[in-house]
């Protein structure tokens, strides 16, 4: 398997990984603690994002030198709040405008921001030089 396919598969896994966690976190603050689903969401997202910047640089995207440490990591949150604004405009336009359930809006905004969150990560943190192919790693 290519370099893409094995970056995008685990892309995918980690991606299915936070969003258990995002959607999560949303239902147990806006049904237990009574947030509402827009902050609840906002909140969710937010603690995904630190994990799946851990995951992603650890297992996905070979970063460049000038953005290990501290630089790449404003680089990921600086693009995941951008993910986030995206996140919360959709959440609101399908749940109050096309009038489909958080629950389910959740489902269809993860899936465009996605696409959104690996072309920018990828683009904006990974060296542009190739580089020798992923060891195989288990997780």
């Given at each position: 398997?290519?370099?893409?396919?094995?970056?995008?598969?685990r892309?995918?896994?980690?991606?299915?990984?936070?969003?258990?966690?995002?959607?999560?976190i949303?239902?147990?603050?806006?049904?237990?603690?009574?947030?509402?689903?827009?902050f609840?969401?906002g909140?969710?997202f937010?603690v995904?994002?630190?994990?799946?910047?851990?995951?992603s640089?650890?297992?996905?995207?070979?970063?460049?030198?000038?953005?290990?440490?501290?630089?790449?990591?404003v680089?990921?949150?600086?693009?995941?709040?951008?993910?986030?604004?995206?996140?919360?405009?959709?959440?609101?336009?399908?749940?109050?405008?096309?009038?489909?359930?958080?629950?389910?809006?959740?489902?269809?905004?993860t899936?465009?921001v996605?696409?959104?969150?690996?072309?920018?990560?990828?683009?904006?943190?990974?060296?542009?030089?190739?580089e020798?192919?992923?060891?195989r790693k288990?997780f």
């Open positions: 398997m290519n370099r893409l396919g094995i970056q995008l598969i892309f995918g896994l980690i991606g299915v990984l936070c969003f258990l966690i995002d959607y999560g949303m239902i147990l603050l806006t049904e237990i603690c009574q947030i509402n689903y827009l609840s969401s909140i969710s937010c995904s994002v630190s994990v799946n910047y851990l995951l640089i650890r297992f996905v995207f070979k970063v460049k030198e000038t953005k290990k440490g501290t630089s790449g990591f680089s990921f949150v600086v693009l995941s709040i951008t993910g986030l604004l995206l996140t919360e405009l959709l959440m609101w336009l399908i749940s109050e405008k096309l009038l489909i359930h958080y629950t389910l809006s959740k489902f269809i905004v899936a465009i996605m696409v959104y969150n690996f072309v920018t990560k990828k683009f904006f943190l990974e060296s542009k030089h190739k020798k192919p992923y060891p288990t």
